[in-house]
C-alpha cells in the first residue's frame, strides 16, 4: 500500500534543508528596481567584480510596487536602493520619510528637473513618450505625425492602448495632454474633451505592456503610445514591426531616478552601488546594451549609440507641481467619465454583446 | 456523521483551530473592516454613502453576482458530467485522461491567459481558422465583455466540481444505489433521490469555492472584460489610484456577499439528509458493456478534456515558437528552442521552481493538519460556533489574494505582542503562511465533504473491539477520508505552486516564486520564455495530479476486489 504522507514528510525535509542559504561572509545589499533582469544580473556581476565583499540581491517590480512595499516594510526595510521610478514617485517617498537624502559627485552634471527636493533622488534615465505604430501596416509619412492627428476619424477602432491607470508612460501622457489645453484655457475642460476624443478612436485599452506589444505585431491594432527605448529594444532584439514619432510639437519626458533607502544604518555600499551604477562608463553600458538615455548631460554623444546622440527630443515643458496636485483627480474623473464613453469602444462593438 | 468527543479532547482541538481562525484570519479582516469606517480619526459612514450613492459602483456589484452565479451554474454543468463520465465507468485511457482533466484549475499565471488571448481572442487560433473556413473579412467573434469572463471562469473553475464530485462518487455507496433499483425505483429517481443528495456536501462545498472564487476573480475581468465594472477590478483601480478608503469599502462590500451566499448556502445544506449509512465504502465502477458504448463513451470523455486542454496546448505552441514572428498567420510560422534555452543559461534558473516547491509544501502540510482538525469540528452538529467555524474557515476565499497580502502586510509590519502582532514582513515566512491561509478553505471543504460522508459506526466498530481512539484514527477514518484529503491537498499544492497575485505584494529576496520569475521575463519582452516557464509549470503540476491520483486510485480499491 502506498504511503504519500510520510513520502511528502520527508520530501519536505530534503527540500528544506537542501534551500537553505549558504553564508559566506558577504554583506548583502538589496536592489529594489524595475529594470528588469538582464540589466540588473549585468549590473550586479560587474559591482561584484569591483567589490567582492558584497553580495548584491535584487528584486524586479514596477516601481509603484516599490513604492507600495517600502511604505509596507517601513517598520523593517528590507532594501538598500530604490532604483528606478518617474520623479513623483521618489517625491512622494521622500515627503513619506522612506529615503535617505544624498547627493552624488556628478550632481551638477544634471539638469534640475534630475535633482530631487532634498537631495531624496537624483535622475538616471532619461524616457520620451511617443506615437509609436505597426511598422508593417503603416509608411513613415502615413503615420500620425503630432497628437492631435490622433483624433483624426481615420484612426477609428485603430487605436489600441494601455490601461492608464496602472500605466506611468499613459499617465503622463494623459495628463501632459490636459496640462497643454490648460494652458490655453486654465481648466482641465479642454483636456478632458481631447481625451474624449481620443477614446472614441480607441478600440481596446490592454492591462500590460506584453499584452499590447502582442495585439500591435497580430494587428488587431496600428497605432498605440508607448515610450521610446522600450521600441527601440524590442526592435533590436525580435524584429517586431514597430516604429515611432517624435511629434516635433513636444513630447513628454518622464526621469527616472535612483534614491537610498531610508535603514536605521546607512550602509556605505548603498553609496557604493550607487555611484557605480550613475557613473559614465555605466550609463554608456547601460545605453549601449538595454536602450537606456542617459540623464547626465557631461556623457559624450559619440560614446552613445546612435538612436540616442542624432534623435534631437523635443521636450515638452510639464508644470510638475500642478501635475502631482491633480493627476489623481484627473485620472478619477477619465475612469468615470471618459473611458469607453466614446461610440467605438468595447460597449459598441458587436461583439461585445452584453458588455454591458 | 457523528463522533463525539469528550470534552477535554474536544477543547484540545478548539482552542487551536479557533485561535488560528481568530488571528490569521478574522483579526486582519476586522482590521479593514475598522479602517473603512474611520476617517479623519472619527468613526464615518460617509465612504459607504459615496459607494452606494455611485451608479457605476452599483454596476460593478451587480456585474459581480452575474457573473459569479453564472460562473457556478456553467462549472457544475460542465465539471459534474465529466466528473460521472470518468468515475462512473471504465475505458480505455480512463485514468490518464481523468488525472489531465484537473489541470485547468491552474492556468500559470500572466501566461496561461494569455494563452486564452491567442486561442480566442480576435487574431487567435480558432478565430482566425473560423474566419477562413467562412471566409469572413472580420473575425466572427472576439474575446471580450461578461460572456468571455464566463467562458473563462467556467474554463477554469469546473475543476472544483469535478475534483469534488469525483471524490464522492469514489466514496459512493453502490449498494444504496442498487438497493433503490431493486426496490423498484427508476433510474432517473434513484439518481434523483438516492446519488444526488449523497453528492450534496461535495456540490455545495464546489459551488461556494466557485462563487467565492469569481467574486474575487481578478484576471479574466482585467484582460478579457473589455471594460465591463467588477468589483475585484473597482478595488485594484481605486487603489492604484491613490484612493484607499473606496478600496477598503469595496473590500468589505465583496466580502459581505460572499458571505451572504456562503449562509444561504449553509442554510440549504442544513435541510438536507443526506448522510450515507452503510457498510463502508464499495465504490464500483461500471464496465461498460458493448463495444459502441465503450468508445462512445472514451471519445465524449477524452474529446471533453482535450477541448478543456487546448489552453496549456496554446502555450507549449508559444513557449516554441519564435518570437516576434507570429503575426498574420494562423499557426506559428517559425519555431525554435531557445526558449528553453535562455531559461537553462541563466545561472538562477532552478532557485523559483525550488523556492516555490518548498513553499507549497510547507503550506500544504500546514493545511492538511489544520482541515483535518477543523474538519472533525465541523461535523460536530452539538458543537456551539460550528456556523462561526465554517464561516471562518471559508473567509480568505471571499477575499482578493491582493486584500490578503495587504491585510498580512498591514497587520504583521510591527511586533507587538499586546496587538498580538509580530513582525514578518520582510521575512521567508509571510509567504508560505499566505498560501496557508488562502488555501484554509480548499481544504477544509474538501476533507469536511469526507468527513460528512463517513460511516461513524466504522469507528464505533473499532472502538468497541478495543482499538484505541487514535488507532482508529489511524487505521480506519484517515485511510477513509483520504480521497477527499487528497483531493483538496492536491488542489492546495498546485495553487500555491503558481500562485501570483498575493505572491507580488510580499515575496522576498529569499522567497521568489515561479511566477513572479515569470513576471521578470515577461517584463523584459522574453514572451517566449515566460511561455516556456508557464509549460514547466504545467508539467509539474500534470506531476502532482497523475501521481496523487494514481494513489488515490490504489489505494482506495477496498480489499478483495
Redesign the interface.
Known amino acids: 500500500m502506498a504511503r504519500p504522507l510520510p513520502a511528502i514528510a520527508i520530501a519536505a525535509i530534503l527540500l528544506l534543508a537542501a534551500c537553505s542559504p549558504a553564508e559566506d561572509g558577504r554583506v548583502s545589499l538589496v536592489v529594489y528596481s524595475p529594470h528588469g533582469k538582464e540589466l540588473l544580473s549585468d549590473h550586479e556581476s560587474r559591482f561584484e567584480a569591483r567589490y567582492p565583499r558584497v553580495d548584491v540581491k535584487w528584486l524586479d517590480m514596477g516601481s509603484q510596487d516599490v513604492l507600495d512595499r517600502l511604505r509596507s516594510e517601513k517598520n523593517n526595510p528590507q532594501a538598500d536602493i530604490w532604483w528606478g521610478a518617474p520623479s513623483d514617485l521618489f517625491e512622494q517617498a521622500g515627503e513619506e520619510a522612506l529615503l535617505l537624502p544624498y547627493r552624488p559627485t556628478w550632481a551638477e552634471a544634471v539638469p534640475a528637473e534630475a535633482r530631487g527636493s532634498g537631495d531624496f533622488w537624483y535622475g538616471t534615465y532619461k524616457t520620451p513618450e511617443v506615437i509609436a505604430y505597426n511598422s508593417a501596416l503603416l509608411k513613415p509619412e502615413e503615420a500620425p505625425a503630432e497628437w492631435d492627428d490622433l483624433l483624426d476619424p481615420k484612426w477609428k477602432r485603430k487605436i489600441i492602448l494601455r490601461d492608464p491607470l496602472a500605466s506611468g508612460t499613459m499617465r503622463t501622457i494623459f495628463c501632459a495632454m490636459i496640462l497643454r489645453e490648460m494652458e490655453k484655457t486654465g481648466s482641465p475642460e479642454g483636456g478632458y474633451r481631447w481625451l474624449r476624443g481620443l477614446d472614441a478612436n480607441t478600440k481596446d485599452y490592454v492591462p500590460n505592456l506584453t499584452i499590447l506589444s502582442q495585439k500591435l505585431a497580430r494587428r488587431e491594432g496600428w497605432v498605440t503610445l508607448w515610450n521610446m527605448p522600450d521600441i527601440e529594444l524590442q526592435r533590436a532584439r525580435y524584429d517586431y514591426p514597430l516604429a515611432y514619432v517624435l511629434p516635433a510639437g513636444g513630447v513628454p519626458v518622464v526621469m527616472d531616478g535612483i534614491a537610498l533607502v531610508a535603514r536605521s544604518e546607512p550602509r556605505p555600499a548603498a553609496r557604493e552601488f550607487y555611484e557605480f551604477v550613475t557613473s559614465g562608463p555605466s550609463l554608456v553600458r547601460a545605453a549601449r546594451e538595454f536602450f537606456r538615455i542617459p540623464a547626465r548631460n557631461d556623457i559624450s554623444p559619440s560614446e552613445l549609440p546612435s538612436w540616442i546622440g542624432q534623435t534631437p527630443i523635443p521636450v515638452m515643458p510639464l508644470d510638475r507641481d500642478l501635475l502631482r496636485q491633480r493627476s489623481r483627480e484627473w485620472m478619477r474623473y477619465w475612469d468615470e467619465h471618459i473611458r469607453h464613453k466614446g461610440d467605438s469602444g468595447p460597449a459598441a462593438a458587436p461583439s461585445g454583446g452584453m458588455g454591458r | 456523521m457523528r463522533i463525539s468527543l469528550n470534552p477535554r479532547s474536544a477543547l484540545l482541538l478548539v482552542l487551536p483551530v479557533f485561535g488560528l481562525l481568530l488571528w490569521l484570519v478574522l483579526y486582519p479582516n476586522l482590521f479593514v473592516l475598522w479602517r473603512s469606517l474611520v476617517g479623519d480619526d472619527r468613526f464615518t459612514l460617509d465612504h459607504y454613502a459615496a459607494f452606494l450613492s455611485s451608479p457605476?459602483q452599483m454596476e460593478a456589484l451587480g456585474n459581480s453576482l452575474f457573473i459569479s452565479l453564472g460562473s457556478v451554474l456553467l462549472s457544475a454543468l460542465i465539471g459534474v458530467p465529466l466528473a460521472f463520465v470518468f468515475h462512473r465507468f471504465d475505458f480505455p485511457g480512463r485514468r490518464i485522461f481523468a488525472a489531465l482533466a484537473s489541470l485547468p484549475v491552474l492556468l500559470p499565471p500572466l501566461v496561461g491567459v494569455?494563452a486564452f488571448?491567442?486561442l480566442y481572442?480576435?487574431?487567435g487560433i480558432l478565430t482566425r481558422s473560423l474566419q477562413v473556413l467562412l471566409g469572413l473579412s472580420e473575425?466572427p467573434?472576439?474575446l471580450?465583455?461578461?460572456?468571455a469572463i464566463l467562458w473563462v471562469h467556467a474554463y477554469t473553475m469546473y475543476v472544483y466540481f469535478y475534483l469534488f464530485v469525483s471524490a464522492a462518487l469514489k466514496r459512493l455507496d453502490e449498494s444504496l444505489r442498487e438497493a433503490s433499483l431493486s426496490l423498484g425505483a427508476s433510474r432517473t429517481r434513484t439518481f434523483l433521490r438516492v446519488t444526488l443528495p449523497v453528492l450534496t456536501p461535495a456540490m455545495v462545498g464546489a459551488a461556494l469555492l466557485t462563487f467565492m472564487t469569481s467574486m474575487a476573480s481578478f484576471s479574466a475581468p482585467?484582460?478579457f472584460g473589455?471594460?465591463?465594472r467588477v468589483l475585484s477590478l473597482q478595488i485594484y483601480?481605486s487603489k492604484?489610484?491613490?484612493?484607499l478608503e473606496m478600496a477598503l469599502v469595496e473590500t468589505v462590500v465583496l466580502t459581505l456577499v460572499s458571505l451572504l451566499f456562503l449562509i444561504l448556502l449553509q442554510r440549504y445544506e442544513a435541510t438536507g439528509k443526506y448522510r450515507a449509512v452503510g457498510k463502508g465504502a464499495s465504490p464500483s465502477l461500471r464496465p461498460l458493456r458493448g463495444k459502441g458504448l465503450r468508445l462512445g463513451m472514451a471519445v465524449l470523455g477524452i474529446s471533453a478534456v482535450l477541448f478543456l486542454l487546448l489552453p496549456h496546448f496554446t502555450l507549449v505552441l508559444i513557449s516554441f515558437s519564435q518570437?516576434?514572428?507570429?503575426?498574420?498567420q494562423i499557426l506559428p510560422p517559425r519555431y525554435t528552442a531557445a526558449n528553453y534555452g535562455r531559461l537553462l543559461a541563466d545561472d538562477r534558473f532552478l532557485e523559483p521552481i525550488?523556492?516555490s516547491?518548498?513553499m507549497a509544501?510547507?503550506a500544504t502540510?500546514a493545511n492538511l493538519a489544520f482541515a483535518l482538525a477543523a474538519g472533525w469540528l465541523l461535523i460536530q452538529r452539538k458543537l456551539r460556533g460550528r456556523r462561526l467555524l465554517s464561516a471562518l474557515t471559508l473567509l480568505p476565499w471571499a477575499l482578493p489574494g491582493t486584500v490578503v497580502a495587504?491585510n498580512l502586510?498591514?497587520t504583521f509590519?510591527?511586533s507587538d505582542p499586546l496587538q498580538a502582532r509580530v513582525?514578518l514582513?520582510?521575512t521567508f515566512w509571510i509567504l508560505p503562511l499566505a498560501y496557508f491561509i488562502r488555501n484554509i478553505p480548499l481544504v477544509v471543504r474538501a476533507v469536511q465533504a469526507g468527513f460528512e460522508q463517513l460511516d461513524p459506526n466504522l469507528h464505533w466498530a473499532a472502538r468497541s473491539l478495543g482499538a484505541s481512539w487514535f488507532y482508529s484514527l489511524r487505521r480506519i477514518l484517515l485511510p477513509l477520508l483520504l480521497p477527499a484529503a487528497?483531493a483538496g491537498s492536491m488542489l492546495a499544492f498546485v495553487t500555491a505552486l503558481g500562485e501570483f497575485v498575493s505572491s507580488?505584494?510580499?515575496?522576498?529576496?529569499?522567497s521568489?516564486p515561479i511566477s513572479?520569475e515569470i513576471?521578470?521575463?515577461?517584463?523584459?519582452?522574453n514572451?517566449g520564455s515566460?511561455a516556456a516557464y508557464g509549460v514547466l509549470l504545467i508539467l509539474m503540476i500534470a506531476a502532482v495530479f497523475l501521481l496523487?491520483g494514481r494513489?488515490l486510485d490504489?489505494?482506495h480499491r477496498p480489499a478483495g476486489q
Open positions: 457605476s494569455i488571448l491567442f481572442g480576435e487574431s473575425p467573434f472576439s471580450r465583455g461578461i460572456p482585467y484582460i473589455g471594460g465591463v483601480n492604484l489610484n491613490g484612493d518570437d516576434g514572428t507570429w503575426t498574420t525550488l523556492n516547491l518548498k509544501t510547507l502540510a495587504l502586510a498591514t509590519s510591527i513582525l514582513v520582510g487528497a507580488i505584494v510580499i515575496y522576498t529576496v529569499d521568489r513572479v513576471l521578470s521575463q515577461l517584463r523584459q519582452f514572451f515566460a496523487f494513489t490504489e489505494r
